[in-house]
T-cell receptor, first 110, second 111 residues
């Protein structure tokens, strides 16, 4: 069966520090991968999606970047975090129709 | 532009009552309409989904009603229970493309 791993679960980082969130998928190949951000009490904002290794599409201009170094690995990064980067970050994969989400990372920038 | 509009933003229902959440879309290319359930601190999980070739799909206490001509679909939770308290997201996608999510509905079921 397919599973998605996302870590860390929680993270507190100071303003201006770098960020690296990792997501890996098991049990499938060539999945479409997504990073979403969910602000408190808000919906799911699509940040990046990838249809293959090295292929990244950005949905909104921001302080973040994404990379896909391997087929089943998707990384969300920032060189310098802003207070506004705080939120709940979700990785997801989609194959055919259904989307599966990771457990999320709660990021607090202080 | 919000591709999928969801209402209400929050909903309070008595135990045993019916919870109804509505969504509307504009893009007629959408052909898959899932609902996701999210508990606090967790990722969303697929609850139930429908395709536009049927008008209703039922799984246990959860039912999706779909109106293709009106471009609307809704989630009905029958006999709502406190354990149903969560945030619900509707979504829409077309084959091979990304999902567009609604803004979410926070459901609270009062014992």
């Amino acid at each position: 069966s397919q599973t998605i791993h996302q870590w860390p679960a929680t993270l507190v980082q100071p303003v201006g520090s770098p960020l690296s969130l990792e997501c890996t998928v098991e049990g499938t190949s060539n999945p479409n991968l997504y990073w979403y951000r969910q602000a408190a009490g808000r919906g799911l904002q699509l940040l990046f999606y990838s249809v293959g290794i090295g292929q990244i599409s950005s949905e909104v201009p921001q302080n973040l970047s994404a990379s896909r170094p391997q087929d089943r690995q998707f990384i969300l990064s920032s060189k310098k975090l802003l207070l506004s980067d705080s939120g709940f970050y979700l990785c997801a994969w989609k194959q055919q129709e259904e989307a599966f989400f990771g457990q999320g990372t709660r990021l607090t920038v202080v | 532009q919000q591709q999928v509009k969801q209402s209400p933003q929050s909903l309070i229902v008595q135990k045993g009552g019916i919870s109804i959440i509505n969504c509307a879309y504009e893009n007629t290319a959408f052909d898959y309409f899932p609902w996701y359930q999210q508990f606090p601190g967790k990722g969303p999980a697929l609850l139930i989904a429908i395709r536009p070739d049927v008008s209703e799909k039922k799984e246990g206490r959860f039912t999706i009603s779909f109106n293709k001509s009106a471009k609307q679909f809704s989630l009905h939770i029958m006999d709502s229970q406190p354990g149903d308290s969560a945030t619900y997201f509707c979504a829409a996608s077309s084959t091979g493309n990304q999902f567009y999510f609604g803004t979410g509905t926070s459901l609270t079921v009062i014992p």
